[in-house]
């Protein structure tokens, strides 16, 4: 019972700290750009990673706390203090459903989801859904997988060509920047993998930088 207390005086004080560095500017920005939060105090990213910093070990119930709020720096932090270690599937998935920026799909794939032990998994079943955020959110996984030098199997290899060229051609930019940019971190691990991937984007009338 005391830590349940000791954790939602813990989110209450961070989201006063929010409060006192609250940037209407950033916010508005944001707003214009589409990312449109129930609540977003333009709080920097930068200054996020460093308040990560300070509160110092990743904590899974702080971090489940965190994503029940209903505000973006809540979420973005809760992602930053998740241990990727003690995240399982369904939480993800269910996380993966109450995304709904494209900076915390973003987000979410660079502080927590390429540090699964199960990320290839999540990333491919994503590509294969109809909505393009959780596609955006899988691509930014296997980016950065790929630019660690991780390579998928033949079936990975095949499933990862068929989606990415069918994101390539959509009418998102998002979408279509995610996915090429994952194609060239493939790209980089081999010959083999940058001659796949130069065939592949030619074949749908693409340069491949």
Known sequence: MK???DIQQKVKEIKQSFRQQMDGA???SMRQKGLDYHLNWGVTLPRLRE???D????NY???IALWKENVRECKILATML???DEMLPEVVDIWMEQTDTIELAEQAAFNLYQ???YAPEKAYLWLSLPDDLPQICGYHILSRLFARGQEPNERGINEFIDQALTALQSPNPSLRKAAMQAVIHFADIGLMYERLSRSAIHSIG????
């Open 51 to 53: 308040m990560a910093e």
């Open 55 to 58: 509160i110092g070990e990743k």
């Open 206 to 209: 693409l340069d491949f930088l």
């Open 115 to 117: 540090h699964l032990s």
């Open 82 to 84: 998740m241990p990727p």
């Open 61 to 63: 119930s702080l971090a």
């Open 3 to 5: 830590e349940g207390i």
């Open 26 to 28: 950033v916010a508005q």
